[in-house]
């Protein structure tokens, strides 16, 4: 019973991949140019994130509030989402049905620019299930600039993979099976008081429940891993395990300011020059 339980959520979450799907110069240079995971991979990788991506976009809904959707709104949702599954055999992407995105952060009544107009993502449950809301300034910041540890699109993709044995609730399946649940919930207890008591370089949102925890977490691996394996040795070696991927040890080249002179060698600034224009 549990192994067929376990075979529809994957196929409802992480379908199979598709045939290969044609992506555009343009798309190509939207990822270069924003997404450092996918700087950080091979050739062969780059391909294979490319048609994730496109599978993603091709088999989910976007609407826009107030806002007009680009290529490149589409395509940064779409790399949360592999970004997060890339290290799980065969499950391609996290899958959702609608991905709503609003001009910016919003509160519980979903107003905008109200004094507690905080919230810059959300996932549905219930009768939401399957959809997903952002605001799509913060999604662009999250991949503008990526040493924040914040990320919007992985924070709610988290919670999605949380998701997937039907609660977020910070224990996501693969902990469980794996044996180690016990040392992760206590050391989610640990990092959740050190944060508490301004203790910890893991921001204040980690500390909302354990649910929130993982996500913030996450974003952390993801955003700064090298930093993370230092001042969190154990929390580091937990997502690494969970995530099936050693991102401490992935070079992620610089980005090259716009300001700054072109590293051809012409005089001209970067964005005068070789920058590609997204």
């Given at each position: 019973m549990f192994t067929n339980l376990f075979?529809?959520?994957?196929?409802?979450?992480?379908?199979?991949?598709?045939?290969?799907?044609?992506?555009?110069?343009?798309?190509?240079?939207?990822?270069?140019?924003?997404?450092?995971?996918y700087t950080s991979l091979g050739p062969q990788d780059k391909l294979l994130f490319e048609q994730r991506c496109i599978a993603f976009i091709q088999n989910t809904e976007f609407v826009g509030?107030?806002?007009d959707i680009s290529d490149a709104d589409k395509l940064l949702v779409a790399s949360?989402?592999?970004i997060l599954a890339w290290g799980f055999e065969k499950w391609h992407y996290v899958k959702v049905d609608t991905v709503y995105l609003v001009p910016s952060s919003f509160n519980d009544s979903s107003e905008f620019k109200q004094h507690d107009s905080n919230i810059t993502g959300l996932v549905g449950t219930a009768h939401l299930r399957g959809k997903m809301i952002l605001s799509q300034p913060a999604l662009h910041r999250g991949f503008d600039n990526h040493q924040d540890k914040r990320n919007v699109a992985i924070h709610e993709f988290a919670h999605l993979i949380d998701m997937a044995d039907g609660d977020i609730d910070g224990l996501p399946r693969q902990i469980s099976e794996q044996g180690y649940a016990l040392p992760w919930l206590d050391l989610v207890a640990r990092k959740i008081k050190e944060i508490k008591g301004r203790k910890s370089d893991i921001r204040d949102?980690?500390?909302?429940?354990?649910?929130?925890?993982?996500?913030?977490?996450?974003e952390y691996f993801f955003e700064r891993p090298k930093r993370l394996k230092q001042k969190h040795p154990q929390l580091y070696k937990h997502l690494e395990?969970?995530?099936?991927?050693n991102r401490?040890?992935?070079?992620?080249?610089?980005?090259?300011?716009?300001?700054a002179p072109c590293p051809c060698g012409s005089g001209?600034?970067?964005?005068?020059?070789?920058?590609?224009?997204a």
């Open positions: 075979s529809r959520l994957r196929s409802a979450f992480f379908p199979e991949a598709l045939a290969p799907i044609e992506i555009t110069q343009h798309q190509r240079d939207t990822l270069s140019n924003k997404v450092s995971f509030h107030e806002i949360g989402s592999v949102y980690g500390a909302t429940n354990n649910a929130e925890f993982f996500s913030v977490a996450s395990r969970f995530y099936k991927q401490a040890d992935v070079h992620v080249a610089e980005r090259i300011r716009k300001k001209k600034r970067y964005k005068r020059c070789c920058m590609v224009k």
